[in-house]
Nanobody, 121 residues
């Protein structure tokens, strides 16, 4: 099991940037693929980005492609989500997750508590 703690959320104006961090502890961080998901009020949780455990492979939701970048620092047991050119529709609680590779939430076994991102217009 991996324990995950997100940070870095907040309030930002449209067009601004935020960097989310997710610190992991527990079983070997480098053995897990890492993902970011988000959930807006009244909506289902949706995939944002994922980083494979090896090879540096990444995948993104079409809605964030070109604006968000996921990265990981294995020695620091941390995964990041750099979010640029934020839009009001990016407003959501963002969750970090660890598990298998993929875009489905069911592929991930461990989840953080979430961090709120609010983008004002």
């Amino acid at each position: 099991q991996v324990q995950l703690v997100e940070s870095g959320g907040g309030l930002v104006q449209a067009g601004g940037s935020l960097r989310l961090s997710c610190a992991a502890s527990g079983r070997t961080f480098s053995s897990a693929a890492m993902g970011w998901f988000r959930q807006a009020p009244g909506k289902e949780r949706e995939f944002v980005a994922a980083h494979a455990r090896i090879g540096g492979f990444t995948i993104y939701a079409d809605s964030v492609k070109g604006r968000f970048t996921i990265s990981r620092d294995n020695p620091k047991n941390t995964v990041y989500l750099q979010m640029n050119n934020l839009k009001p529709e990016d407003t959501a609680v963002y969750y970090c997750a660890a598990g298998k590779w993929g875009i489905r939430s069911s592929n991930y076994d461990d989840w953080g508590q979430g961090t709120q991102v609010t983008v004002s217009s």
